[in-house]
């Protein structure tokens, strides 16, 4: 069974975590499963994401960081996500098209008709199945991040992070907006909590889809 979730999030709201435990959930139960992440997860797409999350590169235009985002989207889809659903893979996915929705339409104030048209031609018809969006308030994940980014030992991503709460808010916003229009793929999951809490709300709402495999 090929079956494809995309988790989204403000700053800080644990998604990485939380991926790694589904996903050890699902290995647990027999699945095959691919994690991946967004700008990234091919060679090409991190290129692009290290362009993307220069802290450096605070004069990106609005525009240009569209392109960029659908660009690392494309050749991600194509190189890594659809193949892994040929596969039959399960795909979890660190962010996805919802992110360009929320961070380049709602919170920087591109179209949104022109955001999901770049959707549409970087990803074509691969949608998620489900989609978890991980809840919290901006106050909380923001320190969050910033403390996780200041013990990476990696190229330092804080872009977005230097932005204002107002900002982080309108992505948080935005994010509820397209729950409430599509109910039935993007479930909201109380981000606040313990790991093990917010695990288990994940799981309840996973295990409708996910049964044991192959006689486990
Ligand atoms: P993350 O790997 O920490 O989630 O960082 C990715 C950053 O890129 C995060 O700040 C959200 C941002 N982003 C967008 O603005 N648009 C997008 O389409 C995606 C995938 C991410």
């Given at each position: 069974?090929?079956?494809?979730?995309?988790?989204?999030?403000?700053?800080?709201s644990?998604?990485?975590t939380?991926?790694?435990?589904?996903?050890s959930r699902?290995?647990?139960?027999?699945?095959?499963?691919?994690?991946?992440r967004e700008?990234?997860?091919?060679?090409?797409?991190?290129?692009?994401?290290?362009?993307?999350?220069?802290?450096?590169?605070?004069?990106?235009?609005?525009?240009?960081e569209?392109?960029?985002y659908a660009?690392?989207?494309?050749?991600?889809?194509?190189?890594?996500?659809?193949?892994?659903?040929?596969?039959n893979?399960?795909?979890?996915?660190d962010r996805?098209?919802?992110?360009?929705?929320a961070?380049?339409g709602?919170?920087?104030?591109?179209?949104?008709?022109?955001?999901?048209?770049?959707n549409?031609l970087?990803?074509g018809?691969?949608?998620p199945?489900?989609?978890?969006?991980?809840?919290?308030?901006?106050?909380?994940?923001?320190?969050?991040?910033?403390?996780?980014?200041?013990?990476?030992q990696?190229?330092?991503?804080?872009?977005?992070?230097?932005?204002?709460?107002?900002?982080?808010?309108?992505v948080?916003?935005?994010?509820?907006?397209?729950?409430e229009?599509?109910p039935?793929?993007?479930k909201i999951?109380?981000?606040?909590?313990?790991?093990?809490?917010?695990?288990?709300?994940?799981w309840?709402?996973?295990?409708?889809?996910?049964?044991?495999?192959?006689g486990?």
């Amino acid at each position: 069974m090929s079956f494809f979730i995309s988790f989204e999030g403000i700053e800080g709201s644990g998604k990485t975590t939380q991926i790694k435990l589904l996903a050890s959930r699902l290995e647990s139960l027999g699945y095959d499963v691919l994690i991946t992440r967004e700008p990234g997860g091919c060679p090409i797409a991190d290129q692009i994401r290290r362009i993307l999350l220069d802290p450096d590169n605070d004069n990106l235009d609005p525009k240009a960081e569209l392109l960029l985002y659908a660009a690392a989207r494309a050749q991600h889809v194509a190189e890594i996500i659809l193949p892994a659903l040929e596969q039959n893979r399960i795909v979890l996915c660190d962010r996805y098209c919802d992110a360009t929705l929320a961070y380049q339409g709602y919170a920087r104030g591109l179209d949104l008709q022109l955001v999901q048209q770049l959707n549409i031609l970087a990803a074509g018809m691969c949608r998620p199945h489900l989609t978890l969006l991980l809840d919290m308030q901006p106050e909380h994940g923001i320190e969050r991040a910033r403390d996780r980014n200041a013990a990476n030992q990696g190229p330092d991503e804080g872009r977005f992070e230097q932005e204002t709460l107002a900002f982080h808010n309108k992505v948080r916003q935005g994010y509820l907006k397209l729950a409430e229009e599509e109910p039935r793929r993007i479930k909201i999951v109380d981000a606040d909590g313990t790991l093990e809490e917010i695990a288990m709300r994940i799981w309840r709402i996973a295990s409708n889809v996910f049964k044991p495999q192959g006689g486990m």
